[in-house]
């Protein structure tokens, strides 16, 4: 990429929010039997040569370190004229996935002897079809897609402008997404629903903050909105409203339903959410019946004005924060003081801000669709390709994917100009057809305005779901439906073998497990496709084990890694999302990053990228060094999770830290040892041992248990406790002799004041746990128990909760319907059941050990850098017999186990070369 220049549009500010640029050039070639194309932008790009879709991208990346693709583009060249095209997009605010800095595009097309690469030659233009001004997705991701057709042909060409900027750029080490159909598998029967008014919603924070690209709890918003309402006849008005406070005429209203007389009254709202990840906020009352706003006055009181990380946890007293919120409630509690009309109705202290109108109030489609009224259900023969306007109310459409996908919404329509349809996708609806919505975590879907005649659309942003609403507002000609479908876009990956066995159930399972785990990986392991698309460092450690041995894949692992390893520039640990603008720490996630190193190192043999690793390794454990309370034990201030559970982790030493960051001590031993850093080894080893000493100390004999935490309050043993600490003090080898055979009673039969494990990420640990203990039978039990709840629910893909959960779900079986961090069966039915157990790093060894677990036969294959390992065996009386097909790299043997005791074995190894 040394040719190429950063270039962006000369009519756009490079740090302002949510732009869209379309770039082209138009080039000659003599010959194109070879071409590469080389691409990255700030924040994401789509590329086509010569009107084919090529790709999107660039990976997610440090802005100090950015990657970019690599595209074989010969096939779509030609000789002669050939034009290349980039839509790129500016997100100009912070999420989960980036740290937007500037806009900019960088390209180099290099095709024989030829270099085509990014400069003033190119020609840029604001794309004006999307829509600027509309609010966040979410806190983790960007702006919403919003697209006016009738502008898709509006361009003000000019030469890009060139921009300095330096940046690292390396070339991308995870597989391109793939781009596969998928097709509505039903179309369930149209209903209307009520013509909804218009909703709108206020960027609340950026108006206070400008291009401050966080993602932060801890950022204030102290603005006020006034306008004059000009109320036709006397009526009530209804300003209830959590988000707001309001004056009319001077007064704080102190009642929901305020009564106004005709005539002028002067308004304000104050925003009483001072703090949050909502950084666009509800405003209902835009839009009123029989009364209309004159011009709306905008300001900021600069006094309150805070920013801060959050780093010291919610749970935590941030005392600066908290005082700068009490002066913010008393300057609006002193409003009445402080008003003045001559002053245009704001007091003083506020700085006021001029912004056009469709910047302070973003139109909220998702909004709309969330308060969505169904009047009635049209004709199941209706056609449904060409649906006709009704004058009852809004049409409304719902295909059904049959499971969950994750992709980009494509379709081609015939229409009317002006017909607004909105697409917004669910994971789940009640057999009854109620809808799960997605909000208020996530605004799932995108706005598409319609040109006159033929419209071929193909969104810019993934979005998942199982079913994908289609609702048409203002309609008033028949809408010709072409076509509709989802580019189902992950990881390019496949499994090796599905898992097979007499048990439907576990089958079922195993195969919702891996689905769920390709939705859920990009260029690195995301959580879930639909509300984050996150990289969680502690998830990934998990999801790394799953696609080991279901695909064989390495290079989103080895991704994950080296962005948490970059994260230490900017933490004292690894962080917990990265690359991320939320800036905060979850330890166990970082001791998590720590153990899952090894077990990259095991799994693949890459010494070079463990080699690449171990200083982060050092720095994390180095950094952990730092945060010790007198004992000895894990302390600080930060986001104490393990899982969801009621665990006592409000607290700053928590149990559950310091076992974990056993753990990850022991993998450093294990990293040292292949290194011959020696010296390194020895004093992990001594802290390890040190630690757990410490840990085993807090035992209480009189409740068999370890506490979940030390109390701030008093330094004491907290009263509760929890499965947890004992899972992990088997998992993590911290058991002594004398407490092991009690912890592991933990496990199998918890008292009934004992916090049990709440979710399936911790049963990941629990099942580590129950197969170091030797309880496979236990585990596999579980299995069964867990997930059959969703088998039943019709489910295509694993939960975030299991059943019976109350977190997030609001009466749903669950939050998110497709959560990798519940995928464990994948990796847990191959190791117990087929009984494939790696032994030697690099896949070079493993032990043969299937446990029966009640079945008659099972097959299924683990993938190793050596090749597949696959397994079959089959129970017939006290016969049994063991069938292994594998390439002859592999050091094979078999292990008897109890399950097996009285057969007949016969074990039979075949080269698959």
Not at 474 to 483: A, G, K, M, R, Y
């Amino acid at each position: 990429m040394e040719n190429s220049k950063w270039i962006w549009c000369a009519h756009k500010d490079v740090h302002q929010y949510n732009q869209t640029v379309h770039f082209k050039k138009e080039f000659e070639l003599s010959d194109c039997s070879e071409a590469q194309l080389l691409i990255t932008a700030d924040s994401w790009y789509r590329v086509s040569i010569n009107g084919e879709w090529v790709h999107d991208g660039p990976a997610r990346s440090y802005p100090e370190e950015m990657q970019y693709d690599v595209h074989d583009i010969a096939p779509l060249l030609q000789k002669g004229p050939n034009t290349i095209e980039v839509i790129v997009r500016y997100f100009g605010i912070g999420t989960f996935h980036q740290i937007p800095q500037q806009a900019g595009l960088r390209a180099e097309i290099h095709c024989d002897n030829s270099i085509i690469a990014t400069d003033s030659t190119w020609l840029a233009s604001p794309a004006k079809a999307w829509q600027q001004w509309t609010p966040k997705i979410s806190i983790q991701m960007e702006a919403v897609e919003a697209y006016d057709a009738r502008l898709d042909s509006h361009f003000d060409w000019h030469a890009a402008v060139e921009l300095e900027r330096q940046v690292k750029l390396t070339e991308r080490k995870t597989g391109l997404m793939t781009k596969v159909e998928r097709v509505p598998q039903e179309i369930a029967n149209p209903v209307i629903v009520k013509k909804s008014p218009a909703r709108y919603c206020v960027p609340i924070t950026q108006i206070a903050h400008g291009e401050l690209i966080e993602a932060n709890f801890y950022t204030s918003r102290p603005v006020l909105l006034g306008a004059v309402l000009k109320v036709r006849t006397k009526q009530e008005f209804n300003f209830d409203s959590d988000e707001w406070k309001i004056a009319i005429d001077g007064k704080l209203v102190d009642s929901a339903s305020i009564s106004l007389d005709a005539g002028p009254h002067t308004l304000i709202f104050f925003c009483n959410s001072f703090y949050g990840h909502n950084k666009d906020i509800g405003f209902p009352w835009l839009e009123m019946t029989d009364s209309s706003w004159d011009e709306w006055h905008l300001a900021v009181a600069e006094k309150f004005l805070f920013c801060d990380n959050d780093r010291r946890w919610f749970s935590f007293e941030n005392k600066a924060a908290k005082e700068m919120e009490q002066g913010w409630q008393k300057f609006i509690n002193d409003f009445a003081q402080l008003w003045s009309k001559a002053e245009q109705a704001f007091p003083p202290l506020s700085k006021k801000l001029k912004l056009p109108t469709e910047q302070i109030f973003m139109p909220d489609a998702a909004a709309e669709f969330f308060h969505r009224e169904e009047i009635s259900k049209l004709d199941p023969k209706l056609n449904k390709k060409i649906i006709t306007p009704s004058k009852d109310g809004t049409i409304e459409l719902c295909y059904d994917f049959g499971e969950q996908t994750c992709g980009y919404f494509e379709f081609s329509i015939e229409a009317e100009a002006g017909l607004i349809i909105d697409l917004n996708a669910v994971e789940y609806r009640t057999p009854e057809g109620i809808i799960q919505h997605t909000l208020p975590f996530n605004r799932n879907g995108m706005r598409y305005i319609t040109k006159k005649g033929i419209n071929n659309f193909r969104s810019l942003k993934r979005r998942a779901g199982q079913y994908l609403f289609m609702t048409l507002r203002n309609q008033t000609t028949e809408l010709v439906i072409h076509s509709l479908k989802i580019i189902e876009s992950t990881a390019p990956v496949e499994s090796v073998q599905d898992f097979k066995s007499s048990d439907p159930a576990l089958d079922k399972i195993w195969k919702m497990s891996e689905r769920t785990l390709q939705l859920c990986m990009e260029d690195t392991f995301t959580d879930c496709p639909l509300y984050e698309q996150t990289l969680w460092i502690g998830d990934a450690r998990n999801e790394a084990l799953y696609a080991f041995s279901a695909y064989g894949n390495y290079d989103v692992s080895a991704r994950s890694l080296e962005l948490g390893a970059q994260s230490l520039q900017q933490f004292p640990m690894v962080g917990c999302q990265v690359p991320s603008s939320w800036d905060c720490l979850l330890p166990a996630w970082s001791f998590l990053w720590g153990m899952h190193v090894w077990e990259h190192y095991f799994y693949s043999g890459d010494k070079a990228l463990l080699e690449k690793l171990w200083p982060a390794v050092k720095l994390n454990l180095a950094g952990a060094e730092q945060h010790k309370d007198i004992h000895g034990l894990f302390s600080g201030p930060f986001w104490n999770l393990l899982e969801w559970a009621p665990i006592d982790h409000d607290n700053e030493t928590v149990l559950h830290n310091s076992m974990m960051l056993v753990a990850a001590l022991k993998a450093a031993e294990n990293c040292a040892e292949v290194l011959n850093e020696h010296e390194a080894k020895s004093q992990y080893s001594a802290r390890r041992i040190e630690l757990t000493k410490v840990i085993n100390s807090f035992w209480n004999e009189s409740k068999n248990s370890y506490p979940d935490a030390l109390l701030d309050s008093t330094g004491l043993a907290s009263e509760k406790t929890c499965q947890h600490t004992s899972m992990l003090s088997i998992m993590c080898g911290i058991a002594s002799t004398d407490i092991w055979d009690k912890a592991v009673n933990n496990l199998l039969h918890a008292p009934a004041e004992m916090t049990g494990i709440g979710s399936p990420f911790a049963m990941q640990f629990m099942y580590e746990a129950l197969e170091q203990a030797g309880e496979q039978q236990v585990l596999i039990d579980s299995i069964r128990t867990k997930f059959q709840p969703m088998i039943d629910a019709g489910s295509s893909t694993v939960w975030e909760m299991f059943a019976g959960s109350d977190f997030d779900t609001r009466g749903f079986p669950t939050r998110s319907h497709c959560h990798a961090w519940a995928s464990s069966p994948v990796y847990f039915l191959n190791r117990i059941v087929l009984g494939l157990i790696q032994i030697a790093p690099g896949g070079t060894a493993f032990e043969i050990s299937p446990r029966l677990c009640g079945l008659t036969h099972a097959s299924g294959a683990t993938a190793t850098p050596q090749g597949d390992l696959k397994v079959h065996w089959k129970r017939k009386g006290v016969d049994l017999i063991i069938e292994v097909e594998s390439p002859d790299k592999f050091d094979i043997t078999f292990q008897s186990n109890e399950s097996l005791k009285g057969l007949d074995v016969s074990f039979n190894i075949f080269n698959s070369n």
